[in-house]
C-alpha cells in the first residue's frame, strides 16, 4: 500500500487542478482514472473568463486561448444574449474550445507538477479511518491524509460514502451530435429555442461542429433513440435551416439533472465538480464551477497538511456550496425559459426578459454571475467590502498580479504610497489609488487596507500559520 497525502478520484478538469494545486504546494497526491485512456469526446465548449483568470495564476491560459474562438457575447437564446466584452477582466469573452482541450492542459499541469496519474483503475473501496482514508482500486491501494471525489455526475465514491444527492430530472432526451456543416452560422455559439423544442451549436474547429437538441416530443416516449435525422429536423424547426448537416460522426442522448449534495466534505473526504452537483448545459457553467471548485480546495488541503488549522477546510463548504447552489438556480431557470411552452410566457421570455438582459446594470450583472467574474465569497461585516472578490488585474509596478501568483502561495499588494514592507510573502505595489491587498493563492481577496497597520498579517497567521504559532503570537 502506498502512502500519499491525498487522494484524487477522476482525471477530469477538476480532478487534474485539484491535482496539480497540491502537488505545487509540495504535496504527494495520486489520481485514480476508471478509463484507460483520455476521452476524445467534449461535453464543454465554453471557458469563463473567471475559469481563465484562475488558470493565468499558473500560467495556462494564454496556451488554452491558443487553441479556440474569443466569443464577445453569451447566447441564451435567440434574443437574448449577454455582452461580455465589458467584463472587468484580461479575458472579455466567452472562449470556445473543446472541453478535450481543457483535459489535456490541466493533465498536462498535473503531471509537470509531480502529480500521479494512474489510468484503468476503478475504485472499488473506501475505507475512512481516524487518521485518514484508504482508497483501492483493483489490486492498488493508497492509504492518505485526504481523499477528493471528482469522478463526476455517477460518483462511485459518493455511492461508496453513502451520500446521497438529492434533486430532479429536468429533461430526458437531450440529444448530442458531432456534425459537418456545408453552410454553418455567423456566429460563434448558436442558440435558439421555439415552442417545443431548442438547439445549440458550436465550433470544434475544424470544420466539425457539435450540436445539442431537444424535441419535447421525446420527453416520455421509452423507445427514444438519438439519430441523424432527428437532429436535423430539430435544427430545421428551431432555426429555420439545417446548415447543410451532412455527416455525423458520433451521436448520442443524456438525461439532464438538476442535483447537488447537501454537504461537500464527510470527515476526510471532498467532493468537487459534477460529483458535488449538476444542473442544465445553459450557459455553460459545469465544467467552470468544477475547476472554480478545486481553485478553492487545493490549497486549502496543501495548507492544512503543512500544519495550518483544519479548520479552515469547512470554508470550502461555506464559500463553494452557495456558488453551487446559485449555479443551479441560474442554468434551471434559463433551461426553463428556454422550454416554456405557453405563448404569452415565450412572448415574455423573448421581448420582455430579452430586454432586460440587454439592459446596462442588468446585463452587467448577469454576466458577472455567468462568468464568475461576480462571484464573491461572504466576507464578516466588519471586514472590507473587497474581501472575498476575485482580484483579476490591477496596475501593479512590479509586473501582472497572475504571474506573482505563480507560485501558488499568498501575495500582499502594497498601496502607490506604502514604505518598504517586509512580508513572509511575495509583496508587489499597486501605481492606482487603490488600497492595500493580501491575495489569496486562488486570485481572491483575503484582507484588504493599510499594510502599515500589519492587519494583514493576523489574517495571513489566520489561512497559514501552525496552530502553535498562532498560540504563541
Not at 449577454?82 to 473543446?98: A, E, I, K, N, Y
Request: hydrophobic share 45%; proline share 5%; aromatic share 6%.
Amino acid at each position: 500500500m502506498d502512502t500519499v497525502d491525498v487522494v484524487v478520484v477522476g482525471a477530469g478538469p477538476t480532478g487534474c487542478l485539484l491535482a496539480g494545486e497540491l502537488a505545487l504546494a509540495g504535496r504527494s497526491v495520486v489520481v485514480v482514472e476508471k478509463h484507460a485512456e483520455a476521452s476524445p469526446l467534449s461535453r464543454a465548449f465554453g471557458t469563463h473568463a473567471r475559469t481563465l483568470e484562475v488558470l493565468d495564476t499558473r500560467g495556462l491560459a494564454d496556451d488554452l486561448v491558443a487553441t479556440g474562438t474569443r466569443a464577445g457575447s453569451l447566447s441564451l437564446w435567440k434574443s437574448a444574449g449577454l455582452d461580455l466584452t465589458r467584463l472587468p477582466s484580461r479575458f472579455p469573452f466567452l472562449l470556445v474550445t473543446p472541453q478535450r482541450n481543457v483535459d489535456a492542459l490541466l493533465e498536462k499541469y498535473a503531471r509537470d507538477q509531480g502529480a500521479r496519474i494512474v489510468r484503468g483503475a476503478a475504485v472499488t473501496d473506501l475505507e475512512r479511518r481516524d487518521d485518514g482514508v484508504v482508497v483501492r482500486a483493483g489490486g492498488l491501494a493508497w492509504k492518505a491524509s485526504y481523499a477528493v471525489a471528482a469522478d463526476g455526475a455517477h460518483s462511485t465514491v459518493r455511492r461508496l460514502t453513502g451520500t446521497e444527492f438529492p434533486g430532479k430530472v429536468l429533461l430526458k432526451s437531450i440529444m448530442l451530435a458531432d456534425v459537418r456543416l456545408a453552410d454553418p452560422p455567423a456566429t460563434v455559439i448558436t442558440v435558439d429555442a421555439v415552442k417545443d423544442s431548442f438547439a445549440f451549436l458550436a465550433p470544434f474547429g475544424d470544420g466539425w461542429f457539435r450540436v445539442i437538441a431537444w424535441d419535447r416530443r421525446h420527453e416520455d416516449d421509452a423507445a427514444f433513440r438519438a439519430e441523424p435525422a432527428l437532429v436535423r429536423d430539430i435544427l430545421q424547426r428551431t432555426m429555420g435551416t439545417d446548415f447543410g448537416m451532412g455527416e455525423t460522426r458520433w451521436i448520442s442522448q443524456f438525461r439532464s439533472d438538476e442535483r447537488q449534495i447537501g454537504a461537500y466534505r464527510s470527515g476526510r473526504v471532498f467532493f468537487a465538480g459534477d460529483a458535488a452537483h449538476v444542473h442544465s448545459p445553459a450557459g455553460g457553467q459545469g465544467m467552470n464551477t468544477g475547476i472554480q471548485d478545486a481553485a478553492n480546495l487545493g490549497w486549502k488541503l496543501a495548507a492544512v497538511l503543512d500544519g495550518a488549522d483544519p479548520a479552515i477546510l469547512d470554508t470550502y463548504q461555506a464559500e463553494r456550496h452557495p456558488v453551487g447552489r446559485l449555479v443551479l438556480r441560474t442554468s434551471g431557470a434559463t433551461i426553463r425559459l428556454m422550454t416554456v411552452r405557453a405563448w404569452p410566457a415565450r412572448m415574455l421570455r423573448n421581448h420582455v426578459i430579452g430586454a432586460l438582459l440587454r439592459s446596462g446594470r442588468f446585463s452587467r450583472k448577469a454576466a458577472g454571475m455567468f462568468t464568475g467574474t461576480g462571484i464573491r465569497y461572504r466576507a464578516a461585516p466588519a471586514e472590507h467590502r473587497l474581501v472575498g472578490t476575485p482580484v483579476g488585474e490591477l496596475p501593479l509596478r512590479d509586473g501582472r498580479l497572475p504571474e506573482s501568483l505563480r507560485h501558488g502561495g499568498f501575495v500582499l499588494v502594497a498601496g502607490r504610497g506604502a514604505g518598504p514592507v517586509t512580508a513572509p510573502v511575495p509583496v508587489v505595489h499597486r501605481t492606482d489609488d487603490g488600497p492595500g491587498l493580501l491575495v489569496r493563492p486562488d486570485g481572491y481577496v483575503a484582507w484588504a487596507g493599510d499594510v502599515a497597520t500589519g492587519e494583514w498579517a493576523a489574517v495571513l497567521d489566520r489561512w497559514t500559520a501552525p496552530q502553535r504559532e498562532r498560540s504563541g503570537r
